[in-house]
């Protein structure tokens, strides 16, 4: 299978998880980070430019960026990180949610990983369902590229 191909299809399924960790989250309810990149290009665009919102708008936006980070992790990352496929997974989950939680989260005045809105329950599901996405990304890109492989003879 095509390198793009399987990101794409592991991408995909890693993002229905993702999402239904994330309303699950909100069943509870349990206040996560939702749409904290989203916000942040809002910001960004300073009003200059209109940014259409809602939940719609905002899901769209995460599939589109989970699909982005499931092509990244295909052509720049898997090949680069060290040991096996759900390590490689945690990796590129600790790299993203440390950007995220140090960067984007503060930057939309959530403070370090959405400290001054979530409580300690909210913080560790939103890294949990972040994680989720990346294990699942690297090893379902892992199984499907590797039974593409040609059987040594």
């Known amino acids: 299978m095509p390198r793009a191909l399987a990101a794409c299809l592991a991408g995909a399924v890693a993002l229905m998880l993702n999402m239904a960790a994330l309303a699950a989250a909100d069943l509870v309810p349990l206040a996560t980070a939702h749409g904290g990149l989203f916000r942040l290009l809002v910001i960004l665009a300073g009003g200059g430019v209109h940014v259409p919102s809602g939940?719609?708008?905002?899901?769209?936006?995460?599939?589109?960026?989970?699909?982005?980070?499931?092509?990244?992790y295909a052509v720049v990352l898997e090949p680069?990180?060290?040991?096996?496929?759900?390590?490689?997974?945690?990796?590129?989950?600790?790299?993203?949610?440390?950007?995220?939680?140090?960067?984007?989260?503060?930057?939309?005045?959530?403070?370090?990983?959405?400290?001054?809105?979530?409580?300690?329950?909210?913080?560790v599901w939103f890294a949990a369902a972040h994680t989720l996405f990346f294990v699942?990304?690297?090893?379902?890109?892992?199984?499907?590229?590797?039974?593409?492989?040609?059987?040594p003879t």
Do not use: D, I, K
């Open 136 to 151: 699942v990304l690297a090893v379902l890109y892992a199984r499907w590229r590797r039974s593409a492989q040609p059987c």
């Open 55 to 72: 939940p719609g708008v905002q899901a769209g936006f995460h599939v589109v960026v989970g699909l982005l980070m499931a092509q990244v």
């Open 80 to 123: 680069r990180l060290p040991g096996p496929s759900w390590q490689r997974g945690l990796l590129y989950a600790a790299a993203v949610w440390l950007a995220n939680a140090a960067v984007v989260l503060p930057a939309t005045g959530e403070g370090f990983a959405g400290s001054r809105h979530l409580g300690p329950a909210g913080m």
